[in-house]
């Protein structure tokens, strides 16, 4: 069977980041066998899944991605995530690319999905995968326990307080905000890459869950920054809380 972008980017060449995709499509699972077949970098791999790098020649749309599977083939599997895996709940998949789709309609970070799928038997799933744009930056954790200057590291922590503030008046609960779920891009941007638990939120439990969000994040800053720069980030949590503007600016 023929990849199902064919036709649609056949012959077009990668975007610039930050530039629109094609849609993001749902693959069946014969089309993906397509994708799943190509060579692929597995640079972790855990007993229900992996994570590859595939590239742009065999890639949705012929841009370098990243391969997120998930595959449960015992039925314990299945059983220990009924609610993850069965018709109960949607999939971990079916989250992220949900999370990401909105993170880039509302203009706070790049489009990064570009396929996404599920194979179920009856009403239990038995694989998912996810395609994201490969982009080129350094999870926040690992860049911000380097030596970097002075100027550069307040530079983002500045951007860090806008980016979960904009997050949070978008009523997005992310749920698993970390820095290791973090991208910091050559230009100084910052995108969000695991997002499988984030949902928006409306009414009185979104306050909870927001407050949880930034317990976690400060819980990671408290282990990499010096007190001097972790009081730094709460000034500019502050700023960025009382600054008005477009949403994600």
Not at 58 to 87: E, S
Not at 136 to 144: F, H, K, Q, R, T
């Amino acid at each position: 069977m023929p990849p199902p972008e064919q036709g649609r980017c056949r012959g077009a060449h990668a975007p610039a980041i930050g530039a629109p995709l094609p849609p993001a499509h749902h693959v069946t699972a014969d089309q993906f066998r397509h994708w799943s077949d190509a060579p692929a970098e597995r640079f972790k791999v855990h007993r229900t899944g992996d994570v590859a790098r595939v590239a742009a020649a065999v890639a949705p749309c012929g841009i370098a991605a990243i391969r997120k599977r998930f595959w449960y083939p015992r039925l314990a599997d299945r059983l220990r995530g009924v609610l993850r895996t069965t018709a109960l709940a949607r999939s971990r998949v079916a989250g992220e690319a949900e999370a990401l789709e909105r993170l880039a309609r509302l203009g706070l970070q790049p489009p990064l999905l570009l396929a996404w799928g599920e194979a179920r038997h009856g009403p239990f799933l038995t694989d998912s995968y996810l395609y994201l744009r490969e982009v080129d930056g350094e999870p926040l954790d690992a860049w911000l326990a380097a030596p970097h200057e002075a100027e550069a590291r307040a530079v983002t922590l500045a951007a860090l307080a806008r980016f979960v503030v904009a997050l949070q008046r978008a009523r997005i609960v992310d749920r698993d905000l970390h820095l290791r779920n973090l991208l910091r891009l050559r230009s100084g941007a910052l995108v969000k890459i695991d997002s499988p638990f984030a949902r928006v939120v409306r009414g009185p439990w979104r306050s909870g869950g927001q407050r949880r969000d930034r317990d976690d994040l400060e819980r990671d800053l408290v282990q990499r920054l010096a007190p001097a720069e972790f009081e730094r980030w709460r000034q500019e949590w502050s700023a960025a809380s009382r600054a008005r503007g477009p949403l994600g600016r």
